[in-house]
């Protein structure tokens, strides 16, 4: 089990709830649901005791307990002992129906509008854009690292920098893509998240401004707002009907001057949500602006494998030597490998090694072996998973025309995902819906700040095409609901939206 959520870490993640624009305990179950949906609360935790959450928000029990019923009649949240339910997400036979804002649980919802097509077997997840592990290439690695770990047993265990192998291995990659690397310069970490949290903890104090693209990773967002940061969020152009769109360099070197800011993260490579790459230029520009500023460049490069279309670009490090990059191997391999690392200048990784040991004393070795021979191998997998994912994004392009034809799509030049132009402000109201059709999706205001992006939905094609198109075909059915029911769309969007503000 996953824990407890006390009430006042609730009352923080539901921000103003309560809008008026439906009953209290619809309004309350809306926003819960929604941030589990988001990921903003975990699976598996049991919420807050009816009386202790009524207290804490100035509400009767009575709302609380209304709430959570309807919560678990929708699924998410478990019928266990008492009013400490745990939460989960619903199974086929616990997704009900909204009509005329009510549930009617056990129904199935119709995708298309013709009788007999039923949901899937299952959710399909398009909330996390992520790829299975690259199968027998992943186990072949760990078999190695088994064959290799009797010769480290006599340590410790203990690297807060990580083990050489994977550290030599990093450096070399970086090396022959034009960035002259050593062992020195890199810092192993438990996955990209992890490896941001320690350059913020080392170089940002409370208060201090951060940079950012906007949109931007919603997990990058989390951990700029946890750190106590202050986002600077600077718009990406609109997508061109024409041709490739780029980055606003001119907005950036004016915020990067007018604001200073300690920090700024960047995703050039396949940027996330959009899928955009960043031209050399633009990333010289950004190099020599970030400089003059005096803000370190954070350059998140999780995402530089997945390039679907062969376009050559430089890692942004080759344009300064000031540039702080960030890598994993969750994206091109397998998220449960949990591996990241950080590649700076010497002086730098030492602070953030220190750093790294007030938050644990490093990585497990066995998964650094094996990641080890996966970054020496890294073209290996690579080939076969770029063919599949490229037959996965153009499917999923053609149904959005075929299916949702008042969408604007925006075709990505390498990632995982669609950013998609909505003909409505409902992406939030889709999120809630989505469930009840067998899908889950990431609201847009998710990776925007100050509930941006409600225009907008990232639309992820890691999963086969056969399952795109159940998935296209639910979100059209939601759609649908939505325009069908305009006081439910008003009642969706008005409540959930303030909690990811």
């Known amino acids: 089990m996953s824990g407890s959520l006390n009430p006042s870490s609730l009352a923080r993640l539901l921000g103003d709830w309560n809008l008026g624009a439906a009953p209290a305990y619809r309004e309350l179950a809306d926003v819960v649901r929604l941030l589990v949906l988001d990921g903003r609360i975990p699976l598996d935790v049991a919420l807050p005791s009816e009386r202790a959450l009524a207290t804490t928000l100035g509400n009767s029990r009575t709302t609380v307990t209304a ?191 007018q604001q200073r800011p300690a920090l700024a993260y960047v995703v050039p490579d396949f940027h996330n949500p959009t899928g955009r790459l960043m031209p050399d230029s633009q990333r010289r520009q950004l190099a020599r602006a970030a400089a003059a500023a005096g803000t370190v460049l954070v350059v998140d490069e999780t995402l530089r494998e997945l390039n679907l279309d062969g376009v050559a670009s430089m890692p942004l490090a080759a344009f300064s030597p000031a540039v702080v990059s960030i890598g994993s191997l969750s994206k091109s391999h397998w998220a449960g490998l949990r591996t990241g690392w950080i590649r700076a200048g010497e002086p730098l990784i030492q602070r953030f090694a220190a750093a790294r040991t007030t938050m644990d004393l490093g990585g497990p070795v066995v998964e650094q072996l094996a990641a080890a021979h996966l970054v020496r191998a890294l073209p290996e997998p690579l080939p076969a998973r770029l063919a599949s994912l490229r037959g996965n994004r153009d499917a999923l392009l053609e149904l959005i025309t075929g299916n949702l034809p008042t969408w604007q799509s925006e075709r990505p030049d390498g990632g995982l995902s669609v950013w998609c132009r909505l003909p409505a402000p409902i992406s939030t109201a889709l999120a809630v819906v989505a469930p009840d059709f067998g899908i889950r999706l990431a609201a847009g205001p998710r990776f925007g700040v100050g509930g941006a992006f409600e225009y907008y939905l990232r639309v992820p094609f890691t999963l086969p095409p056969e399952q795109l198109e159940a998935a296209v075909r639910a979100l059209r059915a939601a759609q649908d609901r939505l325009e069908a029911s305009p006081q439910l769309r008003r009642n969706l969007t008005a409540a959930p939206a303030a909690a990811i503000a």
């Not at 995708?111 to 909330?127: H, K, N, Q, R, W």
């Not at 090396?175 to 810092?187: D, E, K, N, Y």
């Not at 202050?230 to 070197?253: C, K, N, Y």
């Open 67 to 257: 709430a959570y019923a309807r919560l678990r009649e929708q699924g998410f949240l478990s019928t266990g002992q008492g009013s400490r339910g745990r939460t989960c997400l619903p199974h086929q036979g616990s997704r009900g129906s909204h009509q005329g804002g009510a549930l009617n649980p056990g129904a199935t919802p119709n995708l298309s509008g013709a009788p007999g097509l039923a949901v899937p077997a299952g959710i399909l997840d398009l909330a996390y854009a992520s790829l299975p592990a690259s199968g027998e290439v992943v186990h072949r690695a760990f078999a190695s690292a088994l064959t290799e770990l009797p010769a480290l047993l006599p340590g410790f265990g203990y690297d807060a920098l990580g083990v050489g192998a994977l550290r030599e291995a990093i450096a070399a990659r970086y090396s022959a893509a034009g960035v002259p690397t050593s062992a020195h310069q890199i810092l192993v970490t438990s996955g990209a998240q992890h490896a941001l949290n320690i350059i913020l903890r080392t170089l940002a104090g409370r208060s201090d401004k951060v940079l950012l693209e906007h949109p931007s990773y919603p997990n990058a967002l989390d951990a700029i707002r946890a750190a106590g940061c202050r986002p600077v969020p600077v718009a990406m152009p609109p997508a061109s009907p024409t041709g490739r769109s780029g980055w606003d360099l001119d907005a950036l070197e004016a915020a990067l001057l």
